[in-house]
């Protein structure tokens, strides 16, 4: 494996962000890590640790900035992509605009969503953007993680997705340690499908922990969810059996159990009385979930897929529909075959 350092720019200073960077700079990169809001910027600089992320340090070496020139101004052999989905559209235009006449370096996208407007999974906005033959320098990181834990180098493992092997081989081996296990996957819109559905059943999962319907109804939404986010995936091109890997079922699983889930957090908070908008505001971070299920249910609509999940905690963020009622909706539904 070859362990050259290399420079890197992470865009978006979140807390996946700074995690990401801190093991990239301990690995001997050369990481300079973007934010576009100053004051998280200068608080990242100054006390080196995250608000929500206990313990985590973030290594003296990567260098900080709020200016998106000098982020681009660094070179950057790799840069690594972890902005929220609404801002990820217009950070690609800008790159763009910085890049003419120059060489551009790989993008690795670390968000998990679907746009709202086109619909696109995270690569395909960049895609969209940057224009056909793009997909070769771009690639999708994804899988069971929450940053916390990798902030405390637990051990963790996801997925690096592209069209390009010789792309995913290099940011494999840019990003694994002994506690960053790093697979390749082809199957790009399985992998993204996964890791921005997951988060619409975990905010369901959330609602019903938060009911306190018991595991039975928990194991139910999981299961169930996943054939919904497989249908979907499966319309879009995606392979049936991309979505029983780790950024399948692995990050369902974590996502819907794990106490760490924001969007799990935002169902519970929901199930509680919050509306959307309080919920969010108590999280404080993005939940990639409730913009999620917007586009999901407009795809799923568009494509003619069934997901009644979806469809019910769509109702509840959009129509107001209380959680309770989308319970007891998923469960008088037409009685069915478990597989057709
Ligand atoms: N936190 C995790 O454990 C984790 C794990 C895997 C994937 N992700 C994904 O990574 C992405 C970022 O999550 P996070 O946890 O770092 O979120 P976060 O809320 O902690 O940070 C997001 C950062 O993006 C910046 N930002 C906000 N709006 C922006 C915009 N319009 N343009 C550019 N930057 C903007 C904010 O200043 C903030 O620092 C999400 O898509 C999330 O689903 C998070």
Redesign the pocket.
């Known amino acids: 494996m070859e362990n050259t350092p290399k420079k890197i720019t992470v865009?978006?200073?979140?807390?996946?962000?700074?995690?990401l960077a801190g093991l990239l700079a301990r690995k001997g990169h050369n990481v300079l890590a973007w934010?576009?809001?100053p004051v998280?910027v200068e608080a990242l600089d100054k006390n080196r640790s995250?608000p929500?992320l206990p313990n985590f340090v973030l290594p003296d070496s990567v260098r900080l900035t709020s200016n998106l020139r000098e982020a681009f101004d660094f070179g950057a052999e790799a840069v690594v992509v972890?902005?929220?989905?609404?801002?990820?559209r217009?950070?690609a235009k800008e790159w763009q605009t910085m890049e003419v006449g120059k060489l551009g370096a790989p993008w690795i996208i670390?968000?998990?969503?679907i746009e709202e407007e086109s619909l696109l999974p995270?690569t395909g906005v960049v895609e969209d953007v940057w224009g056909s033959g793009s997909a070769q320098r771009i690639a999708a990181l994804?899988g069971p993680?929450?940053?916390?834990e990798?902030a405390r180098e637990l051990p963790t493992t996801v997925c690096v997705a592209s069209s390009n092997p010789e792309l995913s081989a290099y940011f494999q081996n840019l990003f694994i340690t002994s506690a960053f296990r790093v697979y390749t996957q082809d199957d790009v819109i399985g992998v993204e499908i996964g890791?921005a559905l997951k988060?619409v059943i975990a905010i369901a999962a959330g609602v019903c922990d938060g009911l306190q319907l018991g595991d039975n109804a928990r194991a139910a939404l999981i299961t169930r969810g996943l054939a919904e986010i497989t249908r979907l995936g499966v319309s879009m091109g995606a392979r049936p059996e991309t979505f029983s890997g780790l950024t399948g079922m692995g990050d369902l699983v974590l996502t819907c159990c794990g106490n760490?889930s924001?969007n799990h957090s935002f169902g519970i908070l929901l199930s509680h009385g919050s509306t959307a908008t309080e919920a969010q505001k108590k999280i404080?971070?993005?939940v990639?979930g409730v913009r999620t299920a917007l586009s999901a249910y407009h795809l799923a609509k568009s494509r003619g897929v069934q997901m009644p999940i979806v469809n019910e905690i769509y109702a509840v963020l959009n129509d107001g529909k209380s959680p309770k009622d989308a319970v007891r909706n998923l469960m008088d539904r037409a009685a069915r075959p478990e597989r057709d």
Do not use: Q, Y
């Open positions: 865009l978006g200073a979140g807390a996946w962000g700074a995690v934010d576009f809001i998280v995250h929500k972890v902005v929220p989905s609404h801002g990820l217009g950070l670390c968000t998990k969503g995270m994804s993680t929450f940053a916390a990798v890791a988060n760490l924001r404080g971070m993005v990639e």
